[in-house]
């Protein structure tokens, strides 16, 4: 497959966009607000379609979407009363530790209200995604996020991930090669190699483990989180930088 760059190029209107979703792309990891409006950008393209439809080959995934199911989010009180190891209290003591927001997703309004499929998939990987990386092991910071990500563009190809991992590697390439950036403490760690063996470990680990968009979380909370890996058939990762296994011990 190939780009036609110089019919891009032509048309000012497409080379824009084009770029515009590579620049939101690209500050994903930084602005979580270019995150939701990538998302929301993304909600009527073909690659949206096409996620979609690999999401309804998964019987949990379909009746979540076809029914919209909101998803109840459990209050920073009843997170708190999980007992030691359980998928809820990890849950609770990371995002505390790491100083994150407990109601990372945006509202269903700012989804357009749910009114379409894509709109409540974009809603409801908001809602779950930091449970995708206390499953799986990967940090909640830069450097796990793109483990995290890959596990549901490996499962379903979801098109805001997808573009913000491909853009990810194109970055790196750049600023190594091409646009060099200045050495940062970061971009020693972030680089072509790095991202390859993030991407490779999650990738092998989302075709091995259960289908996770449809998976109940709030159910899994009070049980401890090794037979939660089990039930999902998660091989989690539990060293490197990547991992928040190397930086947390519950």
């Keep these: 497959m190939r780009i036609d760059f110089e019919n891009l190029a032509a048309i000012p209107r497409r080379l824009e966009k084009f770029l515009h979703f590579i620049q939101l792309a690209e500050s994903c990891d930084t ?7 990538l998302a929301n950008s993304l909600r009527n393209s073909p690659q949206m379609q096409v996620c979609i439809a690999r999401l309804m080959q998964d019987p949990q995934s379909k009746d979540l979407i076809e029914n919209k199911r909101l998803f109840n989010r459990l209050s920073v009180k009843e997170l708190s009363g999980f007992e030691p190891g359980t998928l809820g209290q990890i849950y609770f003591e990371i995002i505390k530790t790491e100083a994150l ?20 998939v974009n809603y409801m990987v908001f809602s779950t995604h930091d449970f995708y990386h206390i499953v799986s092991g990967f940090a909640l ?4 996020e793109v483990g995290a990500r890959s596990l549901l563009v490996t499962q379903c190809g979801y098109p805001p991930m997808a573009l913000t991992d491909v853009v990810n590697l ?5 600023s190594n090669d091409i646009i060099p950036a200045g050495p940062t403490e970061d971009n020693d760690h972030l680089n072509q190699v790095y991202l ?9 680990m989302a075709k091995a483990c259960c289908p996770l968009f449809g998976v109940d979380w709030n159910s899994l909370m009070p049980l401890p989180l090794d037979e939660v890996r089990q039930r999902l058939q998660i091989t989690p990762v539990t060293e490197g930088r990547y991992s928040w296994h190397s930086k947390h011990r519950f």
Aim: charge should be negative; aromatic fraction near 18%.
């Design 196 to 204: 390859l063996e993030v991407m490779a470990l999650s990738i092998r």
């Design 101 to 120: 927001s407990y109601d990372y997703a945006p509202s269903p309004e700012y989804f357009n209200n749910l009114e379409s499929d894509a709109d409540y």
């Design 170 to 174: 194109l970055s790196t390439w750049l």
């Design 31 to 37: 602005n979580v607000e270019d995150t939701f409006l």
């Design 141 to 144: 910071d830069i450097f796990g």
